[in-house]
C-alpha cells in the first residue's frame, strides 16, 4: 500500500510501550514520523515491557496528568491515542479504574493537546461500541435486546428475534449504525469518541477513532483479566493445557493481525493532516469472518496442544457476534489488511508471550 | 398527582444541597421518606448553601470518593443522584473537571452502590443528550449536521436542510431517538446513563435517568458560567440591566419548574422499586414550549426592569431548538408538570437570588 511520508513530522503515540502501541511505534519509524512515546508503564496493564527503538524519544508519564500530558505534547504534530484499560474487567468493582483510566486520560489529553495547539487527533477505539451487532430476520435489520441469562443456561447462544423467538442471521455493521454500549469499556471507549468529537466542534481540530476488531499478534500480554481470548488460549496451550472455548465457540469475529492495525494508525495520522473539524470512525478488521472456535481450533493446531474444549460457559455482557465492514477504511484511507489468517495465526501460535502481569 | 408514600425507606440525595437536589429533598420529606444528603459543597458548584431541614441526615463528602460513598449508602434503598458539573462550560480546559466530577464520580457510585447492595438508582441527565434535537424537513424527520460558523456569523441561526439549504422544521423529541452529544457536558450525561445502563445488566439493578429540559425556579443560583440562561437573566435585572438574548431570542425550549422536577424525582423513585435489570430514560419538561426570548420578555417584565436586548451573538455547541415530548413519563410514571409557566416566571422574577459563587 502506499503511505505518505513526512520525515519532519512527529507523532506522540500514547501508551506506546503497550501491545498494539509498540507495533504502532515501529511502523511509524518506518512511515518516516520522528516518534516520541508517553506510557505509564502501569505493570497491571502491560506486564513486562518491550523495548523500544533508540530514536524513540520515550517519557514516563500518565495521560490523566495534565502537567505531564503539556510537556510530553511539545513539538508535537498529531498524537496516536492507544493507552488504555482495556477488556471486560472482573466485576463492577473496576468501574472507576475504566473510567479514570480511559475517560477521563482522554479528557486530560484532549484539554494539555488545546494548551498545546496540537489539533490532530488518531484514537483507540473498539467494535464493542456497537454492542450486540446487527441481525437479520425475516423483517429486516434487527438490533436484538441483551440475551437472557435463562437463554444462555439453556444453550441458547445466539440472539434471538424479539417478535418470532428464533435465531438471527448476524450482519455486517457500519460505522453509522446506532451505537450500543452495554458494559463498562464499552461506555468508556464511546465516551473517548465523543469526547474527541466535542473536541473537534469546539477546537476545530480533526480526529479519526479506529474501532478495532480482535487484534492478536507477537507480543499480546499473556493471561491478564484484560488480554483478548487469543492471548488466554496462547497461556492455556503454554500451561500444555486444552483452550477453553465458551458458549458454543461459534462465536462469529473478525481477528486482525496487530501490523495491520498499526497501519491503518499510520494511514490515518496522515488523513487528519487535510482535515479541519471533523470527527471520524473507521472499523479496522481484516475482512472475513472468523468463530472464537475457529481461533482455538488454529492455535492447538499450529502449536501441537491438545484439541480445545468448548465448555458452554458465558459471561454477561459478551457479545454473541461482531463482524463489521471496513469498507470505509478501505475507501477513505486506502488501507486494507494483508496478514493473512492462517499465516497471522501459525506466527502468533509460536512467537514467544510477553512475561505475566504481576 | 398520586405518589406512592413509604415511610420506612430512605433515599441518598446527591448534591442534595444543591439547586435541584434541595428541591428533591423537600419532595421526599413531603411523600415519606426518609432522606439523606451528600453534598460536596463545592463553592464554584452552589456558590452559598441552602440551609437543609433538621430531620435530614446530612453528610459532607464527594462522590468521587469510594470509601465517602460506601459508608453514605449505608442503610439506603434507593438513591437519586443529582450531585454533577452542569451548564456548558468555559473552553475545553473545563473538560477534565467535567469528566471527574459527572463520568468518574458515577462510576464511583455505581461501585459503591454495587458494594454496598444498593440496587435502585435516579439519576440527573439531560436534553443535551440529543445534540440538534429533531426536525421536519419535506422529505421527513431530518437530524441536521452541526451548524457551520459562517450561518451563525450571517445570521442564520436555525439549522438548514443539507439538502435545501431552507430552514428546518423543530419536532417534540422522543427517548428513543437518536443520541448525538456535541459538548462536553452532553458527552458527561450521557456517559453517565450508560454507564448506569451497564450496570443494571452486570448488577440486576434498576436505573432511571431523568433527562430535564431548563430546569429554573428559586434557589437557582446567579450569575455562574454554569448556570442556566434563566439565572444570567435574572442576575442581569438584578444588576439593574438588560437581559442579553444570544442569537435572534428565536431558541426554542421547555422551561420546567424545580418543583415539577423534583416531584418526577419521587416518581421515579417510586417506579425503581417494581424494576429489575432495567434501565429507562425520561424527558422531563413542562409540555408546554416558549423561546429564549420569552423569557427574557417575562422576566423583565415581572421585575419591572429594562426590556431584554437580543444581540445575535452566539456559542459553537449551543443548542438553537430542543424541545421533548413528556408523554413516556406521563404514561409510565403518571407524572405532569403542574406550574403554569406565567406563574413560575412572576414567581421566580420576583424570588431572591442565591449569592454569586465566588
Known amino acids: 500500500m502506499t503511505r505518505k511520508i513526512d520525515s519532519s513530522r512527529t ?7 503497550g501491545f498494539i502501541g509498540r507495533s504502532i511505534v515501529d511502523a511509524a519509524l518506518e512511515a518516516g514520523w520522528s516518534v ?7 505493570s497491571d496493564v502491560h506486564g513486562d515491557q518491550l523495548p523500544l527503538p533508540n530514536q524513540v524519544d520515550f517519557i514516563h508519564g500518565d495521560v490523566t496528568s495534565l502537567d505531564e500530558m503539556r ?12 493507552a488504555a484499560k482495556v477488556g471486560l474487567g472482573v466485576d463492577f468493582s473496576d468501574a ?31 467494535m464493542v461500541v456497537y454492542g450486540e451487532g ?6 429486516g435489520v434487527v438490533q436484538p435486546p441483551p440475551r437472557l441469562v435463562e437463554d444462555l443456561e439453556a444453550g441458547m447462544f445466539d440472539p ?26 464499552a461506555v468508556t471507549k464511546l465516551a473517548q469518541e465523543q469526547l474527541a468529537n466535542a473536541w473537534t466542534i469546539a477546537t476545530g481540530g480533526s480526529a479519526a477513532a479506529l474501532r478495532y476488531h480482535n487484534v492478536y499478534g507477537p507480543g499480546m500480554p499473556q493471561n491478564t483479566p484484560y488480554a483478548g481470548v487469543a492471548s488466554l488460549f496462547r497461556s492455556a496451550l503454554e500451561r500444555g493445557e486444552a483452550p477453553r472455548v465458551y458458549e458454543d465457540g461459534g462465536q462469529r469475529r473478525d481477528f486482525v493481525h496487530v501490523r495491520d492495525v498499526a497501519d491503518a494508525n499510520v494511514a490515518a495520522m496522515a488523513w487528519t493532516e487535510d482535515q479541519r473539524r471533523t470527527f471520524r470512525a473507521f472499523n479496522v478488521g481484516s475482512g472475513t469472518v472468523h468463530t472464537v472456535g475457529d481461533l482455538a481450533d488454529r492455535l492447538s493446531r499450529y ?20 463482524t463489521a465492514s471496513s469498507d470505509r477504511i ?7 489488511a494483508s496478514v493473512d489468517f492462517e499465516d497471522g495465526m501459525r506466527e502468533f501460535a509460536t512467537a514467544p508471550l510477553r512475561a505475566a502481569v504481576v
Not at 507523532?11 to 510501550?17: D, Q, R, S
Open 330 to 336: 478501505r475507501a477513505e484511507l486506502n488501507w486494507t
Open 134 to 139: 446487527r441481525y437479520g430476520g425475516p423483517r
Open 96 to 126: 472507576p479504574d475504566y473510567v479514570a483510566s480511559n475517560v477521563l486520560g482522554t479528557s486530560v489529553l484532549l484539554a494539555a493537546m488545546t494548551d498545546q495547539s496540537v489539533s490532530r487527533l488518531v484514537m483507540a477505539s473498539s
Open 303 to 322: 502449536t501441537g496442544g491438545p484439541a480445545p474444549v468448548t465448555t458452554g460457559q458465558y459471561r454477561l455482557g459478551d457479545v454473541r457476534h461482531i
Open 160 to 185: 434471538l428475534d424479539p417478535q418470532t423467538g428464533r435465531a438471527l442471521d448476524p450482519l455486517f455493521v457500519r460505522e453509522d449504525a446506532e451505537l450500543d454500549p452495554r458494559n463498562v469499556y
Open 11 to 17: 507523532v506522540l503515540v500514547t501508551g506506546g510501550a
Open 36 to 42: 516520541r512515546v508517553v506510557d505509564s508503564l502501569r
Open 71 to 82: 510537556s510530553a505534547l511539545r513539538g508535537v504534530d498529531v498524537v496516536c491515542h492507544q
